[in-house]
């Protein structure tokens, strides 16, 4: 067992590098909403089950007709910019709090000097492919890409590719 930690601990870079190539594959292929948890069902599931065996059905039906109110009124927020239709659902919260996490993590690879080259590589094919979108994330790129410690670099080669094919369009 010694040997295989001496193993992973030199490769440990490799190690990482190929993890991240292969969550970023992965997201290129199912995008990053496939990967979310969707535990309000779970939990609605749950509730219901709870509350079946602890009220009766009355009790179950007044309940139900005030959960779907009080969820209706949640999920409802008012739109001031878009008049024609003021009123949003919005009942993807788990859906976007889970891609905003992921794109903090990818804002972390991208300060790693490590993992820096396979982030920004990436996030690039995320967002040409159209499964990103950050403004936040691309105004790193773009840094990234006039960065001077880039020079040299073959990351400076692939963001500017990227960036003069995002440019032309990718019809």
Known sequence: MPKFQIVMVDNYAEILETSLKVIFDLFLVF???????????EKKKQKNE????????????????????????ENTKIDVEDPENPLKDVTNKDKDTFS??????????????????????????????????D????SRLLLLWYNPTTEGDPLRHCLGMFFSTLGGGNE
Do not use: C, H, P, W
């Open 100 to 133: 905003d996490r992921i794109i903090e993590r990818f804002k972390e690879f991208l300060d790693d000097e490590v993992l820096r080259s396979v982030a920004a590589e990436g996030i690039a094919k995320l967002m040409y492919n159209r499964r990103l979108v």
């Open 50 to 73: 709870d509350t079946m065996s602890e009220t009766s059905q009355d009790t179950l039906i007044n309940n139900s007709q005030e959960d779907i109110l009080s969820s209706k009124l």
């Open 31 to 41: 995008g990053i909403e496939a990967f979310a948890e969707d535990d309000n069902e």
């Open 135 to 138: 403004a936040q994330l691309f």
